[in-house]
């Protein structure tokens, strides 16, 4: 009775294993050779599996590449969230989104470079029939945008730039750079993230009467 009652279980465990393996080798081999080079048995043979493996965990390329994008969208929210919202002041909240944002992308590289050719290749439908692709970069200024306000009307940064535009700079200074990683793989990231951290830092401070602001410029 034992056996029988930890089965299922244990092959629902196997089955997560399997998918997740499947998704990080769909990433790896979409990094090396592109999103149309990479077939499903490519992606088979990258871990020693038979492309029927494959197939009987996702129901075919476009299936596999919507997990391989809704799995990198989750892990990014996840790494960036908390280390944003353990900051309690505007301009350290502003500095950790810059800088979770930028130390994500260095430690997911083919992560990176494979979300960027998916979106450029017309990107693939999510559940309730939205397509992921480089608009959700709209999205993530409008949120950013949202937040930039809300510190602005607390005091916390400085209330006479347009949350619109400043959100639009600090994401394109952000997403060029998976642009620049398929260029230069060897991209000192955290020297780029330290430059624009600082950048708008200075552009979003509150300067006091006596002519400081609220925040310092790391050294």
Known sequence: MTGVATGPKERTFIETARRQQIVAAAIDTIAEVGF????????????????????????????????????????????????????????????AYIDSNLAFMREHRNSMVAILDIARNGGVMAGGGRRVDGRDADVAVHLLEDELARLQAEGELRSDFDPGVMAVAIRAAIDSVPHRLVRDPNLDIDHYAKEIATIFDLATRVVRGDGNSNATVPT
């Open 36 to 95: 149309a080079q990479a077939s499903l048995a490519r992606i088979a043979e990258r871990i020693g599996i038979s492309k029927g493996v494959i197939s009987y965990h996702f129901a075919g390329k476009d299936d596999l590449i919507r997990q391989v994008v809704i799995e990198i969208i989750e892990a990014s929210r996840a790494y960036i969230i908390p280390r944003v919202f353990a900051e309690s002041t505007g301009p350290a909240r502003l500095r």
